[in-house]
């Protein structure tokens, strides 16, 4: 009598073998690769961050174009040229008393 081996055949354990391991490293790959999640949730996080920046600087520009507006030619405000004057030149009226 000969005994018969229950023993699956050693092609069966590689493929299953080279199967989990691509599994593995597919899974690893979409999780932490270049374009996985967490390399998404960083983007998403510096996107946020970079519109926030955007809209700062939209209103500082926002800012300089209405005093750039109100020093022109064709509307000039008085109070914002005396302020700018001080500033720029250091100048003071006669009436003004000094303080340093």
Do not use: C, H, K, W
């Not at 599994?23 to 519109?51: C, K, M, P, S």
């Not at 955007?54 to 302020?83: G, W």
Request: no cysteine; net charge negative.
């Amino acid at each position: 009598m000969t005994m018969s081996q229950n023993r699956p055949a050693l092609g069966v354990i590689i493929y299953f073998g080279l199967a989990l391991t691509a599994a593995t490293y597919f899974t690893f790959a979409a999780v932490q690769g270049d374009y996985g999640l967490f390399r998404r949730v960083q983007i998403n996080a510096e996107r946020a961050a970079l519109e926030a920046d955007l809209a700062v600087l939209r209103a500082e520009v926002a800012a300089m174009e209405n005093r750039t507006r109100r020093l022109s030619d064709d509307y000039l405000d008085l109070d914002l040229l005396d302020e700018r004057a001080r500033e720029v030149l250091g100048l003071i009226r006669t009436d003004e008393i000094v303080i340093r």
